[in-house]
Nanobody
Framework: QVQLVESGGGLVQPGGSLRLSCEAS????????MGWYRQAPGKRRELIAQ???????NYSDAVKGRFTISRNNARNAVYLRMNTLKPEDTAVYYC??????????????WGQGTQVTVSS
């Protein structure tokens, strides 16, 4: 089995910064991609940043220029640096990994979610 454990959420004032971390552990054969989703109250979960093979990042328009995703492949970890936070960034943030545990096709794994609240 694979577990994704997140950390780093919290309360921050508008314009502030936070850094989220996520580390995958377990019987990992290969990681295809890791990324971050978020879900605000009453809204669907949305992809905001992802990094796959070649470590090329992709961002949603809502966070482009403010958030930075990075990976540490040796630690099976992904990070999200969030700058210039806005109240509309308030949501539960979920780490996602597309991971093979055998040579079978990869499976989506999710972290437990971490709350980010942007408020004065």
């Amino acid at each position: 089995q694979v577990q994704l454990v997140e950390s780093g959420g919290g309360l921050v004032q508008p314009g502030g910064s936070l850094r989220l971390s996520c580390e995958a552990s377990g019987n990992i054969f290969n990681i295809h991609s890791m990324g971050w989703y978020r879900q605000a109250p009453g809204k669907r979960r949305e992809l905001i940043a992802q990094m796959g093979g070649g470590d090329i990042p992709n961002y949603s328009d809502a966070v482009k220029g403010r958030f930075t995703i990075s990976r540490n492949n040796a630690r099976n970890a992904v990070y999200l640096r969030m700058n210039t936070l806005k109240p509309e960034d308030t949501a539960v943030y979920y780490c996602n990994g597309v991971i093979q545990i055998t040579q079978d096709p990869p499976i989506n794994y999710w972290g437990q979610g971490t709350q980010v609240t942007v408020s004065s």
